[in-house]
């Protein structure tokens, strides 16, 4: 299975194409060596004229894989010597890449593409290509063309098309002047060499980026948390490759309200060992560009969350009361008024007698009022994109239990993680203090790129601790495979700071991390959404003290069940 987290970094490294989501373009890479070579080709060639090329007359075709492959093709020509000497370490990517293709040398059946693939590969290699006539024919004509240019290059595919698959009937009969009129209106839009997108026609295929929709709430505390700090001036954004990044996130994320010094100072105190050079990133929702296409996309994305939430509004709103209703009768338990005798207060008749007999002078009742601000819930969301298939669960199922939580005026705090190069993004979607209606703004998560568990529970172990006399909980929603891996191994590259995280060695650091903070006296649980092929990670992370459910739509119900559990232990 291939990490598509690994292929889209390597795409941006050699593209520096950070808006563009490869793998929902129409061309997708299957390994490392086809991610470098789109990357390095999105350098030359407008890939959103690309797309809607491919969205317009490929995609709807029954031989589009055919058809996509020898497009990747002929890409390598053009573009892989170059690559590989600007780029050493992407060699080592195309030896892999040309050894699997040639693993299906021993099978008796190979598919047309495959046998082309083999045959390219044996004829750079100054081999004969041993394929059939007509594939040596199409291969010659690939070999030969090494235009760098957009149009010249759908011109050379569709040339190619036409004369070796005409016999398909699928091929449309009118695409000659719809296609000139393509280029024209393309021509006249694009500006190919910044990449930048053109105005967009609606295709078959119309799902062209990934949604990065991202709000969340002011960071008011920082003003408290740090108010410590004594930094005179900004510190900017240093090397050319990190402004870069930062560039990238601000228009993917949003720009950030806290100064750039403040976000650095949270980092040399918490970014160490392993997490040593990774900064932070903490965006509010808004855009310079407010109609970016980010900036839209953000509006759908709640959008279509609230929509989830909404066509089952009924039975949302019954699993709200519900919850509350079991918070309430555990957890607040303790928070229940005690009446309480006392020398003082509301006197009772019925114990007057005491005081004459007994020489007691404790005859008055004194109410002592217990509310729930002594307790302090925050929820902590695994935001990479292995979540972006249940993403809207995801969100109305959080909604539940804020609403739930807030409803019986507990502190509740809600928070999201993910990773972009060597930058966490930490989004918060409400404080303990907002109003009720900023629950509402938790429709707005949207999972993307990688986690990086220990750091993101370090930094929130560093807020909540400073609840002191409180009952503190952070309940994390995971998918039990903490992985960042920011070292895509290409020699030639500028070196993005960070530390790679993954494997092992990610588990034991997000266990520590758990360890730390429980110590620290926050009851702390792991809600595990991922594969159960993963489920021994989240053993070791948090011992006893998670949950794994198959059923996403249970979130609120195991919330409900751990609260209670804390209570019952607290008592």
Do not use: C
């Not at 941006?12 to 890479?29: A, G």
């Not at 002929?74 to 040309?98: A, Q």
């Amino acid at each position: 299975m291939k990490d598509e987290n690994r292929l889209k970094n390597i795409f941006w490294t050699l593209s520096d194409f950070y808006d563009f989501d490869i793998f929902n373009f129409s061309l997708k890479p299957e390994d490392s060596y086809e991610a470098a070579l789109m990357g390095y080709a999105a350098r030359n060639f407008d890939f959103y004229v690309l797309d809607d090329f491919f969205k317009k007359y490929v995609n709807s075709l029954n031989n589009k894989k055919d058809l996509w492959e020898i497009s990747k093709l002929v890409l390598e020509n053009i573009f892989s010597k170059e690559m590989i000497l600007e780029r050493p370490g992407t060699l080592d990517f195309k030896k892999d890449h040309d050894e699997e293709i040639l693993k299906n040398l021993n099978r008796r059946k190979i598919i047309m593409t495959t046998e082309l693939k083999i045959g390219y590969i044996r004829k750079e290699r100054g081999q004969y290509p041993k394929v059939q006539k007509i594939l040596e024919e199409m291969l010659g004509e690939i070999y030969n063309f090494k235009e760098r240019d957009t149009f010249k290059y759908l011109d050379f595919l569709r040339y190619i098309f036409k004369k070796y698959f005409h016999v398909n009937k699928d091929l449309p009969h009118d695409t000659e002047e719809s296609y000139e009129e393509f280029k024209k209106e393309a021509k006249s839009n694009s500006t190919s060499k910044k990449n930048s997108p053109y105005q967009r026609k609606n295709f078959k295929d119309n799902t062209f980026l990934e949604r990065y929709n991202i709000e969340s709430a002011e960071f008011t505390f920082f003003n408290d948390d740090f108010r410590d700090i004594n930094v005179i001036e900004d510190a900017p954004v240093n090397k050319f490759g990190d402004k870069n990044i930062y560039k990238a996130l601000v228009k993917r994320y949003g720009i950030e309200k806290i100064k750039r010094h403040t976000a650095d100072r949270i980092a040399q105190e918490i970014s160490t060992g392993i997490h040593e050079e990774i900064k932070f990133f903490f965006p509010v929702g808004e855009f310079e560009n407010k109609s970016s296409y980010y900036a839209q996309e953000e509006l759908g994305n709640y959008s279509d969350n609230l929509h989830f939430y909404e066509n089952n509004k009924l039975q949302n709103s019954r699993a709200i009361r519900e919850l509350a209703g079991v918070i309430k009768n555990s957890l607040l338990k303790e928070s229940e008024d005690e009446i309480l005798k006392s020398t003082s207060g509301r006197i009772v008749p019925s114990e007057i007698w005491k005081t004459r007999e007994l020489n007691e002078d404790r005859i008055f009742e004194k109410i002592n009022r217990k509310d729930s601000n002594e307790i302090f819930v925050d929820i902590l969301l695994d935001s990479s994109a292995s979540q972006n298939e249940r993403k809207e669960i995801l969100a109305t199922e959080t909604y539940i239990i804020a609403e739930a939580l807030t409803s019986l005026n507990i502190k509740t705090r809600v928070f999201s993680y993910n990773n972009f190069y060597n930058y966490l993004i930490i989004k918060k979607y409400r404080d303990y203090n907002d109003l009720r209606i900023k629950n509402k703004d938790i429709f707005k998560y949207s999972p993307s790129g990688s986690n990086r568990d220990g750091l993101a529970i370090k930094f929130m172990r560093h807020l909540v601790s400073k609840n002191r006399d409180a009952r503190r909980f952070l309940i994390v929603l995971t998918d039990g495979l903490p992985f960042d891996e920011i070292d895509i191994g290409i020699v030639g590259a500028s070196k993005t700071p960070g530390e790679n995280y993954k494997d092992e060695e990610a588990v034991m650091d997000t266990s520590k991390e758990v360890l730390l903070t429980r110590l620290k006296g926050i009851n702390t649980f792991g809600v595990f959404t991922g594969e159960e092929a993963e489920s021994m990670n989240i053993k070791k992370i948090y011992g006893n003290d998670y949950a794994y459910i198959t059923d996403i739509a249970r979130f609120h119900k195991v919330v409900g069940i751990f609260l209670k559990t804390y209570a019952n232990k607290i008592e």
